[in-house]
């Protein structure tokens, strides 16, 4: 089974994320409190626990989660390998993908911190089509 295991939020972009629960998303927004947030298509951001781990070579210890800048920290579910256009129902919301990865751009204070990004290869992003709470422990599904 997927699930959330982080609701992460920042007032700055480029930086790491701070972790609330729940997260209260807005329809065609994104995360109340959130920079990224607004009317444009990468609403919210998504990072498997497992990309993490991979990255660092399996080790995550003392990598909080956020610290990749995403809005939604995940366990139990490959989000790269799903195509753009794909719903994904996160506990009462329904988000659809908009873009796999991203450019990281230079300056960047999460590569400074961590050493490398990994959600310009395997960070996706999503559109909120129906929004609402989001809880750490709530079920992913693709429908």
Not at 91 to 103: D, F, N, T, Y
Not at 108 to 136: D, N, S, T, W
Request: aromatic share 4%.
């Amino acid at each position: 089974m997927a699930k959330v295991l982080s609701i992460n939020i920042s007032e700055k972009k480029g930086t790491p994320k701070t972790k609330i629960n729940p997260g209260i998303l807005i329809e065609d927004f994104g995360f109340s409190g959130d920079a990224h947030a607004g009317k444009w298509h990468r609403q919210v951001s998504l990072l498997a626990k497992e990309s993490i781990e991979k990255s660092k070579g399996g080790l995550t210890t003392g990598l909080c989660h956020g610290v990749f800048a995403e809005n939604i920290t995940t366990e139990g579910i490959e989000l790269y390998t799903l195509p753009v256009g794909t719903k994904l129902q996160v506990g009462q919301c329904l988000l659809e993908i908009s873009q796999i990865g991203k450019e990281c751009h230079d300056g960047c204070a999460i590569r400074e911190l961590v050493g490398q990004c990994i959600m310009p290869r395997e960070g996706i992003f999503a559109r909120v089509l129906k929004g609402g709470e989001v809880f750490e422990g709530d079920e992913i599904s693709v429908v």
